[in-house]
């Protein structure tokens, strides 16, 4: 497994109220979510983010419009989570 | 993205500092917690608070604060939070867990004190925690040395009340606590300007043993054979303990709870299989400080109970409820409170029989002794532990370190050399 390289997609928000609204509407449409802090090379201060699945991004997409639920961005980033 | 700047600024932070932190505590985060595999769902709660550590619960005091309220920074699991929320304020523990805080307690503290108490001076003096400037008046008490005179260091800059820890257990130690006890009951009526009734305390009593029960209720799941949660993550959750809102914090461990049952009777695992049953025993790991529970963890093992103040000793004994007049509760919080068996006592063999009782009704494979550098009391007392594990053949690692990551490799060799010979 490649330790050097993980690819993290993340949804940024302006708040942590528009963060979890948007966690709870993607677990309830069988998505996947983590919460996660935001990592510094994305925000210039701290708060909580949502590490996606790229591959459900346009899903993602869909449910924030047809909710109206707000978002700042998706971007990805090269963070690796190393474990031990 | 969530920007928490102006708040630290009016409460008088230096912003630019605190941002030293903020910047390796994300992936610190994702190191620890989210590299793991086969979390409990219901973690995400407690993911949301560590991501929001500075955030959302600094901000919900500081509302409270500029609708009357009082804050109330404790450090240490004697301090009865009981009659801190009966008088109406909010208790919020202090302790500091990050190496990042220890410099500045340095600056007025000698380096031969332990860690702890030096990130706690460190944390208020550099103002870098927002939890540290919210605190109205902090609650100190006689623990340990080191404590006692630091308290006196952090009085220059912030209003504190130390309450008189005895040093023994006898009958008269319990009375002299209950006075001890009476004497904050004052001092929260004083700074609140609220009184506090009997009524108060009884429902506040309520609050907090219902949060014990939630905590209880979540460690008696590690005792099964298959490990429904890791102890990472749960020592991510006793940390929590201390500062979130006692009644939100209970429903969600209990919320938890429901899925680890759903998970135990399904026999799925967080840890992998064959990983060795560990019980930590020894000071307490104030959050951010998830270093040992991360080696131990990532070595082939399971961390199935803490015998800690981040552990079983924040929550083993309720106060008792049948009191109806305000003496009787003082007497019964009493009680409770000096069941805690932390090494500042003399003698403290309670604690020996608690970690033997806890190593059988956790199935530990071993025992694990960790204490923080500089630790007097710990340090002399694991001599007793070690005897006594030995006595009764329960495997035994004894560990001393500090919040720095310049021995974390040496400690990985020895507790994989550990659990290796658990095998």
Redesign the interface.
């Known amino acids: 497994m490649d330790t050097e390289n993980q690819l993290h997609y993340y949804i940024?928000?302006?708040?942590?109220t528009d963060g979890?609204a948007m966690?709870h509407a993607l677990k309830t449409a069988g998505l996947k979510a983590?919460?996660?802090?935001?990592?510094?090379q994305?925000?210039?201060?701290?708060?909580?983010?949502l590490?996606i699945q790229p591959e459900e991004i346009p899903q993602i997409k869909k449910i924030a419009k047809e909710q109206h639920l707000d978002y700042?961005k998706i971007e990805s980033v090269n963070?690796p989570?190393?474990?031990? | 993205m969530a920007d928490y700047r102006e708040m630290w600024k009016e409460l008088g932070m230096d912003v630019e500092n605190h941002d030293n932190l903020c910047a390796v505590l994300p992936q610190a985060i994702g190191d620890v917690f989210l590299s793991q595999k086969n979390r409990p769902e219901k973690m995400d709660y407690f993911d949301f608070v560590i991501a929001e550590v500075h955030g959302v619960r600094p901000a919900e005091l500081k509302k409270f604060r500029e609708e009357g309220g009082k804050v109330f920074g404790t450090f240490c699991t004697y301090v009865p939070d009981e009659v801190i929320f009966a008088g109406g304020g909010i208790a919020t523990g202090l302790c500091a867990g990050s190496q990042f805080w220890v410099p500045g307690g340095e600056q007025v503290l000698p380096a031969n004190v332990c860690p702890l108490i030096k990130a706690s001076v460190g944390a208020r003096l550099t103002r870098t925690c927002p939890f540290f400037r919210l605190a109205d008046m902090y609650i100190g008490e006689t623990t340990c040395d080191g404590k006692k005179k630091a308290y006196e260091i952090l009085s220059e800059d912030v209003p504190m009340h130390i309450m008189d820890l005895p040093q023994m257990k006898r009958p008269e130690d319990i009375e002299k606590w209950a006075g001890e006890i009476k004497t904050l009951i004052s001092k929260v009526e004083e700074v609140t300007g609220n009184k506090i009734t009997a009524a108060a305390l009884k429902k506040n009593i309520h609050m907090i043993n219902e949060k014990r029960k939630a905590l209880m209720r979540l460690y008696k799941l590690r005792q099964n054979p298959v490990v429904p949660i890791s102890g990472t993550d749960v020592l991510l959750i006793s940390q929590i303990a201390y500062y979130d809102d006692p009644v939100r914090f209970t429903q969600k461990v209990n919320e938890l709870c429901d899925e680890l049952d759903e998970r135990v009777a399904k026999g799925i695992s967080a840890v992998p299989e064959g990983s060795k049953r560990i019980l930590i025993s020894g000071t307490p790991m104030a959050v951010p400080n998830w270093k040992m529970h991360n080696i131990i963890e990532t070595s082939g093992a399971a961390i199935v109970c803490e015998e800690t103040c981040t552990g079983t000793r924040y929550f083993e004994n309720l106060v008792d409820e049948s009191g109806e007049t305000l003496d009787e509760m003082i007497h019964a919080i009493a009680e409770r409170y000096m069941k805690i068996n932390c090494a500042c006592f003399t003698p403290n063999t309670a604690r020996i029989d608690d970690i033997k009782r806890l190593a059988k009704d956790y199935h530990a494979d071993g025992v694990i002794d960790i204490h923080l550098k500089f630790c007097t009391t710990y340090d002399v007392e694991e001599y007793f532990v070690e005897k006594e594990m030995k006595k009764d053949g329960i495997p035994f690692l004894e560990i001393e370190t500090d919040y720095t990551d310049s021995d974390s490799q040496q400690l990985k060799t020895r507790v994989e050399a550990f659990i290796e010979m658990l095998s």
Do not use: D, E
Not at chain 1, 12 to 16: E, I, S
Not at chain 1, 34 to 40: C, D, H, S, V
């Open positions: 940024l928000f302006k708040n942590h979890t966690y983590q919460i996660a802090p935001t990592p510094r994305l925000s210039v201060c701290c708060g909580v983010s590490i700042v963070n989570f190393k474990r031990g």
